[in-house]
């Protein structure tokens, strides 16, 4: 559910018309909404209410923005980062170090440094390298570092092949086959602390059953390790949850149903469990707003030529994904329609013959479901400056990342003497 709703034939976000912002701001622009992000930790937090202090970190490469995070820090969540980049993000925003967790395949010692200097939660440790870099890291520094290993469990999430993690032929985690034996190493690291077990095996999964297996898989490896004498005191389940794109498939999983099947898999797990939702938490409270620039005749249908481009939201060209294009002001007509935006690449594609609100040239259009790896994603390909975002509240709304100029652009490259006269 959102909060993004037409009201006497217009579409607002919350209270705000979503033509004010574009008139305002310009387009395209991202428009988040905070009632929708405050429902959406609702509802995943209730769903885990019989769970002992559960810790919700947020996978903040879904949505980095700084007001988001805020918005979310003031919710009471932690933050899951895979970068330096990403940690220094969370903790601008108010996330406590003390519930952040930082995966990823391939942290620096920079990185670990940082993450220790500042007292994080826990790593993910992704290989026995890793584990054997931290522990120096970590004595150099006369600490030890709070670390679980993430397990590849081998399971096949169900999902586009290039978001899914946990299978085999995957870069991420640890193989499940040898973890009894990494996780031994990881004991004699005297710069190590290991307190947990990880997974994550994939994103928009539409289906519970390959994260239940996934999850029976991480119960049997904890019972197996504390019977080898490690003190197995948390246990990170990951994100994955799908939400839903297209209204003509079926709901994906909800939160609730998501929440019953954990309580049920971990009820005799003697450990504290975190999580790590991005797209969950996220997707349905943005939108991609644009101007449809023209329309041109096409073999089959017209080609409608949107302000927005691929470099602006990726994820239709990178994984084929669907998302719902409305007219702001619907004229009440539909047809086929092939949605376009500028950039010199077939790829540069929203959808083909689909099926939508006949528009116009200087209509606005919103992509729905962008909240989530939406702008994160965005690029300056074709020199086209990010778009902007702007966070909507009830009846207020602030751009909280401006259209930069065309100028920072070009003065982001300098030119070599030998060069300038
Ligand atoms: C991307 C990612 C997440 C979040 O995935 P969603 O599908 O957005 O919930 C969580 N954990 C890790 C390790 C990730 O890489």
Not at 20 to 28: E, L, R, Y
Not at 92 to 111: H, L, N, Q, Y
Not at 268 to 276: A, C, N, Q
Not at 307 to 321: G, I, T
């Amino acid at each position: 559910m959102d909060h993004f709703d037409y009201v006497d034939g217009a579409m607002q976000v919350e209270q705000v018309p979503m033509a004010a912002i574009a008139d305002a701001v310009g387009t395209p622009v991202y428009v988040y909404s905070t009632a929708t992000l405050t429902r959406h930790v609702g509802v995943f937090r209730d769903a885990l209410g019989s769970l002992d202090n559960p810790l919700i970190a947020f996978a903040v490469k879904a949505n980095p923005n700084a007001a988001v995070l805020a918005t979310l820090a003031k919710l009471g969540l932690g933050a899951d980062v895979v970068s330096g980049g990403e940690l220094l993000r969370a903790i601008a925003a108010g996330i406590p170090a003390d519930r952040i967790v930082f995966s990823g395949v391939g942290k620096t010692a920079e990185e670990m440094r940082l993450a220790l200097t500042h007292g994080i939660f826990q790593f993910n440790l992704e290989s026995e390298p890793e584990a054997e870099m931290l522990s120096e890291v970590a004595l150099s520094m006369g600490k030890r570092a709070p670390v679980a290993y993430r397990i590849n469990p081998d399971v096949d999430a169900g999902t586009h092949a290039k978001i899914s993690t946990g299978k085999s032929e995957n870069k991420f985690g640890i193989p499940y086959a040898r973890a009894l034996e990494s996780y031994a190493a990881a004991r004699d690291l005297p710069g190590l602390d290991v307190q947990g077990v990880a997974v994550h095996i994939g994103s928009q999964l539409t289906d519970l059953a390959p994260l239940e297996a996934a999850f029976t898989k991480v119960g049997a490896l904890i019972a197996a390790l504390r019977d080898a004498g490690h003190d197995i005191r948390t246990a990170d389940l990951g994100g994955g949850l799908g939400v839903p794109y297209d209204p003509a498939l079926p709901e994906p999983p909800s939160p609730a149903a998501y929440g019953d099947m954990v309580c049920r898999v971990t009820q005799d797990w003697p450990v504290r469990l975190m999580f790590e939702p991005g797209r969950v938490i996220v997707g349905n409270a943005g939108a991609l707003l644009s101007r449809v620039v023209r329309v041109k005749q096409g073999a089959k249908a017209p080609f409608v030529i949107v302000d927005a481009a691929m470099n602006d939201l990726l994820r239709p060209s990178l994984y084929d994904a669907w998302h719902d294009i409305r007219a702001v002001t619907p004229a009440g007509q539909r047809a086929a329609a092939n949605v376009v935006g500028p950039v010199c690449e077939t790829g540069d594609t929203f959808a083909m013959g689909r099926d939508m609100d006949v528009v116009a040239a200087g209509d606005l259009v919103a992509f729905m479901t962008a909240g989530a790896y939406g702008a994160t994603m965005a690029g300056t390909y074709n020199s086209r400056p990010l778009a902007p975002e702007v966070l909507v509240s009830g009846d207020k709304w602030a751009v909280v990342r401006a259209r930069p100029p065309i100028e920072a652009l070009i003065a982001g490259d300098s030119i070599p003497d030998w060069l300038a006269d």
